[in-house]
């Protein structure tokens, strides 16, 4: 029992934290109280505005468009039935399409309209969290802890996971520079998807620990 505690411990404290954080930049998105600190974020990006790097960002948020991450989601999900994974199938295609709904709650909550400081790109639907932000994250870092769990290694997951997180930053920032996210947009979408991968993460390692104890036992 104890173990079992220390084991939901820490990924529980990040949970709470998270949510506890978004809700907190919610109620700042809401009140306006934010807007300053966007400003600021998106003046600041935006001047670094050139033909090639507006070309490089069009791309990275071409990447992260929902069909784009469907069709790569679709990939992964042929992949891993084909190898016969089924709980990382389960944690996978429960986890983008849990972040897809979220998003699409979140939105609607918030009701958040997008910036109209200086657009390079045209998009409807509302912007408080960032749709491609949250997919972004969870899709690239749950790719990045599923090859990790069959590598092992430090030098691996050293690479993976910086991977993840260049992948999830170039996405995020392409959003800012192209005008249609406001950055708060971009931090909600970081802890909104941080609290559901770690929550689908967690909930997966137990059922692992739960199949491992099995084995132990049967091998008695």
Do not use: C
Not at 167 to 195: C, E, K, N, Q, W
């Amino acid at each position: 029992m104890r173990q079992l505690t220390f084991f939901l411990m820490t990924p529980m404290i990040f949970i709470l934290f998270f949510t506890f954080a978004f809700l907190q930049l919610g109620g700042y998105v809401q009140s306006e109280r934010i807007l300053p600190f966007d400003h600021m974020i998106i003046q600041f990006i935006q001047g670094w505005e050139q033909p090639w790097l507006t070309n490089v960002m069009l791309t990275f948020t071409t990447i992260g468009d929902a069909w784009t991450v469907v069709l790569f989601s679709v990939v992964m999900t042929l992949a891993l039935y084909r190898y016969h994974q089924t709980p990382q199938l389960i944690l996978f295609v429960t986890t983008m399409i849990g972040n897809a709904l979220l998003n699409a709650l979140l939105k609607h909550s918030y009701v958040r309209e997008r910036p109209l400081i200086h657009r390079l790109t045209e998009i409807g639907g509302f912007s408080f969290p960032s749709g491609h932000t949250m997919m972004a994250l969870s899709f690239y870092f749950l790719i990045a802890y599923l090859l990790w769990q069959y590598l092992h290694t430090i030098k691996s997951g050293i690479l993976l996971f910086t991977f993840a997180l260049f992948m999830t930053s170039a996405i995020a920032i392409s959003r800012i520079y192209l005008g249609v996210h406001y950055p708060s947009d971009i931090i909600g979408g970081l802890f909104a998807s941080s609290a559901l991968l770690l929550t689908a993460t967690t909930v997966y390692r137990l059922y692992q620990k739960h199949v491992e104890k099995q084995y132990e036992h049967s091998q008695l």
